[in-house]
């Protein structure tokens, strides 16, 4: 759309539309081999564990309850 406006500077269009495009794609293609690199890393740790189950989850020590709020407000018991 910025193309249209005004044909003498297409010096500026390429800095201010296709640069930032070309520096981003680039930024992109670098995110996504970090982040490839990482899943290979974690795979194995990943694996293990899953095999391994719940075994090693400790207790908390307490019962706990979704949406208890009987410590916060009274009200009839359950």
Excluded: E
Excluded at 28 to 34: E, L
Excluded at 40 to 54: D, I, K, L, T, Y
Aim: glycine share 4%; charged share 15%; net charge positive.
């Amino acid at each position: 759309m910025n193309l249209v406006n005004n044909p003498s500077a297409a010096a500026t269009n390429y800095q201010s539309l296709v640069r930032p495009q070309l520096d981003q794609n680039n930024f992109n293609r670098r995110q996504s081999s970090a982040i490839s690199q990482l899943q290979r890393q974690a795979a194995p740790v990943r694996a293990q564990s899953s095999s391994q189950g719940n075994q090693q989850l400790r207790s908390t020590g307490h019962r706990t309850l979704f949406n208890d709020t009987s410590r916060y407000y009274s009200g009839p018991k359950r």
